[in-house]
Nanobody, 131 residues
Framework: QVQLVESGGGLVQAGDSLRLSCAGS????????MGWFRQAPGKEREFVAA????????FYASSVRGRFTISRDNVKNTWYLQMNSLKPADTAVYFC????????????????????????WGQGTQVTVSS
């Protein structure tokens, strides 16, 4: 059974940091771009960050650029989202997703749309930032 499992969420104060992890199992995702999305209560799911298959190209939503960093460890089949300077507006359930197509060299809006259409999604981890 192929699974993506997020972890690392929690309750923090504004200005704090968290690192989310997304662990893949059941198959390797080392050749696939990965992304993070989030969904706040009453809002649509939105893109946060994406990373290409070998980790040398990244793409961020403007709301998190400069504060969040996406990375990956293909040996561990795990991907990360380092979140610094957290704000109450970052409160949401965070999801990871795997791209549908391998060896995507760069990530951009095209990759975001491909991630959204993927069948490989995690169950989400809650991040709550208090003011």
């Amino acid at each position: 059974q192929v699974q993506l499992v997020e972890s690392g969420g929690g309750l923090v104060q504004a200005g704090d940091s968290l690192r989310l992890s997304c662990a893949g199992s059941g198959r390797t995702f080392e050749n696939y771009a990965m992304g993070w999305f989030r969904q706040a209560p009453g809002k649509e799911r939105e893109f946060v960050a994406a990373i290409n298959w070998n980790g040398n190209n990244t793409f961020y939503a403007s709301s998190v650029r400069g504060r969040f960093t996406i990375s990956r460890d293909n040996v561990k089949n795990t991907w990360y989202l380092q979140m610094n300077s957290l704000k109450p507006a970052d409160t949401a359930v965070y999801f990871c997703a795997a791209d549908r197509f391998p060896y995507r060299p760069t990530v951009s809006e095209t990759a975001v749309q491909s991630l959204k259409a993927s069948k490989y999604w995690g169950q989400g981890t809650q991040v709550t930032v208090s003011s």
